[in-house]
């Protein structure tokens, strides 16, 4: 069973930029994609972003497109999220997740395996 642990988020101004980082231990990733999605009380979790195994292919979300960068290690144990041009609209806890393939999907259904959060908090 695989542990993923998401850290790096935290309070920034608008117009900052933040690094989130999700370590992944356990069992190995199996050669399946990686992502992001986020998440504000009383609205359903939200897709960000995600990358294949190889890390040659992303996807995004139409409103982080341009600011967020999606990325992996080559030792395939860790995600990063290079979130700039911060908004407050971008506030949110941010999970990182495990795909059941090497597809990309923004569908949570998609996921098997789930992080506990980071807060990224964006002030206006």
């Known amino acids: 069973q695989v542990r993923l642990v998401e850290s790096g988020g935290g309070l920034v101004e608008a117009g900052g930029s933040l690094r989130l980082s999700c370590a992944a231990s356990?069992?190995?990733?199996?050669?399946?994609?990686m992502g992001w999605f986020r998440q504000t009380p009383g609205k359903e979790r939200e897709f960000v972003a995600a990358?294949?195994?190889?890390?040659?292919?992303?996807i995004y979300v139409d409103s982080v497109k341009g600011r967020f960068t999606i990325s992996r290690d080559s030792a395939k144990t860790t995600v990063y999220l290079q979130l700039n041009s911060l908004k407050a609209e971008d506030t949110a806890v941010y999970y990182c997740?495990?795909?059941?393939?090497?597809?990309?999907?923004?569908?949570?259904?998609?996921?098997?395996?789930w992080g506990q959060g980071t807060q990224v908090t964006v002030s206006s």
């Open positions: 990358v294949n195994w190889s890390g040659g292919k992303t």
């Open positions: 356990g069992s190995t990733l199996s050669y399946t994609s």
């Open positions: 997740v495990r795909a059941r393939t090497d597809g990309l999907s923004p569908s949570k259904y998609d996921y098997d395996a």
